[in-house]
């Protein structure tokens, strides 16, 4: 029974042996492409497929991996297990991916689009552990990595999901990734509840307000333009980001500086760190009461 899931802002739990990363590692394309393997052949988006294809071609062609003999031959590390699931892939795809149509591709741009991809598309959730399965830890992890998806009403529904497979589940907690916001603190709603192990009746008793949209994890914001304006309402819809820059027609510099400050932004406004935990009220629930919420 796994332990670790990518949660896709449909609602769609996916189980996997450890939580895919993009951008972790910009000097090692292989590995970029072996994480992404999991965004391309979860993704039904034509344009997040052609793209990864694309890449993966460059990838081929720069490491002179031209027939299914030479990538079978190649020293992957199998014991990655993206790394051994991208071998297999490419050995059986190399003819087709090597005659694929391709432009020369601005690589570094597109690898940029697809990570984002991977952390705006999904959540990732641990039961056990925040990034470590820990054996009797009954513990129930989110970590938020995107900027302007509001994922409660889906981490609401997820988490009924993975009760059912794992009903000895005690607390819930929803924190931001550290890997791309550079903290792993817990967030707290627009009505000031913070989830940081909260007991789990509590997290279920909010059911009713999560689903009827009364409660938020997005602050509000007011974006400066009519093209940045458009992009957050489809970033909110939860369209691809690399399908939302050539929408809006952005420049790819300004797009990825407005992204990053409306990470920034929910950081800042959302994210509570351990010294403001300490100074809420104390209460048997582990999280703000609903009187003080806001204060």
């Not at 590692?25 to 072996?34: P, Q, R, S, V």
């Not at 081929?60 to 299914?68: A, V, Y």
């Not at 190399?94 to 959540?123: G, K, M």
């Not at 995107?146 to 009403?153: E, G, I, K, Q, V």
């Amino acid at each position: 029974m796994p332990d670790a899931w990518m949660l896709r802002n449909d609602g769609k739990l996916l189980p996997v042996p450890f939580h895919p990363f993009g951008g972790k590692d910009t000097d090692d394309y292989e590995l970029e492409l072996a994480n992404l393997l999991f965004l391309y052949k979860d993704s039904n988006d034509p344009l997040i497929c052609t793209t990864y294809i694309n890449l993966a071609r460059e990838w081929l062609l720069d490491s002179g991996l031209l027939t299914r003999a030479d990538v079978e031959s190649y020293p992957f590390d199998t014991s990655d297990p993206y790394c051994a699931a991208l071998q297999t892939f490419l050995a059986a795809e190399a003819d087709n991916i090597l005659s694929s149509d391709s432009e020369d591709p601005d690589v570094a741009l597109l690898l940029w689009d697809l990570t984002t991809d991977l952390n705006q598309l999904y959540c990732r959730a641990r039961y056990g552990g925040k990034t470590n399965t820990t054996e009797g830890c009954t513990d129930l992890y989110f970590r938020l990595s995107s900027a302007a998806f509001d994922w409660l009403r889906v981490i609401s529904s997820a988490v009924r999901g993975i009760l059912q497979q794992k009903p000895e589940t005690q607390t819930v907690t929803i924190c931001r990734d550290k890997e791309t916001s550079g903290t792993d603190a817990p967030v707290k709603d627009s009505r000031g509840h913070v989830y940081d192990k909260m007991p789990l009746q509590d997290f279920l008793d909010l059911e009713p307000e999560i689903n009827a949209g009364r409660i938020s994890l997005l602050p509000k914001v007011r974006p400066s333009s009519r093209s940045q304006e458009e992009a957050y309402d489809l970033l909110r819809s939860g369209m691809p980001v690399s399908r939302i820059r050539r929408s809006t027609q952005m420049d790819a510099v300004a797009f990825r500086d407005f992204l990053n400050s409306l990470r920034n932004e929910e950081v800042e406004r959302t994210a509570v760190s351990g010294a403001d935990l300490s100074s809420f009220p104390a209460t048997a629930s582990g999280h703000l009461p609903l009187e003080t919420a806001g204060r």
